[in-house]
């Protein structure tokens, strides 16, 4: 006889439950793949059930993100967006959604995460009860069935995340391997419990810091409350990276698009992709900024901005700071800072999670390609260029018409 002691818990019953009607056999589910607006808007409630199940940082495989996609496509007018959103059903219930888009180029035709430009994570919704590497491949399978392609490319894929789990065994490893710091908020009691796990050198060094500051006049923190306080902070952080970026003579997937700034001012009063916007103020002046997502009580850092001339404060660092102060006030569970791993980012994370970058080749032409250009070429040619000093490697890359 069973004691209660040794009972599942709630969540725990509930996740057997499922497992129980989802079975083990993944050849049994129904695929389909969604390639319209019109599909997706049928399946979208579905969707939003699923990723509500689902844990793990899975803000860029939701249907708002999704939903986000698929409209600044058709407000572009991109004829060349074709989207190939794989589920899988158990009967009526959604069990698992892979969401790709496929892109061509002269050398090649890739499978990619939906909006893969902008997107920082790649990952998978599986339901519990279903083996992370049957589901995938069973997905897979439908995509390049419905849409052939040369390669799968899976960038920025988390080590705790199920598309890691649920590789297949023919994936090749591009580009080196990088890492997502994250503050684990929810393991402690409050903000001040987590302030103290910061060294007391550090925060004696960032009290300095502000104090100085404080000489000159008052320091403030803002959390923008109104659309255009947000559009704001957006607007002046897309312009002060894009800055920085070229300055440097780098840049990134995100910002080689133009319409990288189209699509994210259009984010500022989007219901279904909730957005936090933080101003860092001396004397009433941003002097660093930030602005993400919050999904399922975690906050996503996209997109910052810093007044370089301040930089012997480190208002970057401050700044980040009183973002994870605001996260904590408001009961979110972490602050995930993504790639890449930074030092002012590694002076308040908790956790460094190991990022890869996949590919999966189909073709003799994906293999081909992925061998020579995304293991051997680009690798050798990025480590060259960024090993240039920023002034020599921002006139390289203006005399070659692009960035990184």
């Not at 409630?45 to 986000?68: K, P």
């Not at 791993?341 to 081909?368: C, F, I, N, Q, S």
């Not at 090993?387 to 990184?404: E, H, I, K, N, Q």
Request: charged letters at 25%; a positive charge; one cysteine or more.
């Amino acid at each position: 006889m069973s004691s209660l002691g040794v009972l599942p818990r709630t969540d725990e019953r509930r996740r057997l439950v499922a497992a129980d009607r989802v079975g083990a056999d993944v050849c049994a589910l129904r695929a389909a793949v969604v390639r319209t607006r019109e599909a997706f808007d049928a399946m979208a409630y579905q969707w939003e059930g699923l990723e509500a199940q689902v844990d793990g940082a899975l803000l860029f495989q939701g249907s708002g993100w999704a939903r986000a996609i698929f409209d600044f496509e058709a407000a572009r007018g991109n004829a060349a967006f074709d989207p190939v959103v794989v589920t899988l059903s158990d009967g009526q219930r959604l069990v698992a959604v892979l969401p790709l888009e496929r892109i061509r180029t002269r050398a090649r035709t890739v499978l990619a995460p939906l909006g893969h430009a902008f997107s920082q994570y790649s990952d998978v919704l599986v339901a519990a009860g279903l083996e992370p590497r049957d589901a995938v491949a069973r997905l897979l399978r439908a995509a390049i069935k419905a849409a052939p392609c040369d390669a799968v490319s899976f960038l920025k894929v988390r080590g705790d995340s199920l598309l890691a789990r649920g590789m297949p065994a023919n994936h090749l490893v591009t580009g080196a391997e990088q890492g997502a710091p994250y503050v684990a908020l929810s393991a402690f009691a409050d903000y001040a419990a987590y302030f103290q796990t910061i060294k007391p050198k550090t925060r004696k060094n960032m009290r300095n810091a502000r104090n100085r500051l404080e000489r000159d006049g008052a320091v403030t923190h803002h959390v923008a409350e109104r659309a255009e306080d947000t559009l704001g902070v957006i607007e002046r952080t897309l312009s002060g990276r894009a800055g920085r970026l070229r300055d440097q003579g780098l840049s990134s997937r995100a910002f080689r698009d133009a319409a990288f700034v189209t699509f994210c001012t259009a984010l500022a009063q989007r219901p279904d992709l909730p957005v936090m916007a933080m101003s860092l103020r001396h004397n009433d002046e941003p002097v660093a900024e930030q602005w993400g997502f919050v999904h399922k009580q975690r906050y996503y850092a996209f997109v910052a901005s810093r007044d370089f001339s301040n930089s012997d404060e480190s208002p970057g660092k401050l700044h980040l700071g009183e973002v994870i102060h605001a996260c904590a006030e408001r009961g979110l569970d972490g602050a995930d800072l993504m790639v890449p791993v930074m030092p002012y980012k590694l002076t308040w994370a908790t956790e460094v999670v190991e990022v890869k970058d996949y590919a999966l080749p189909v073709t003799p032409r994906g293999v081909l390609v992925l061998n020579l250009w995304d293991r051997t070429l680009r690798p050798f040619i990025k480590k060259t260029v960024l090993g240039m000093p920023a002034g020599l490697r921002a006139l390289a890359v203006r005399l070659a018409g692009r960035s990184l």
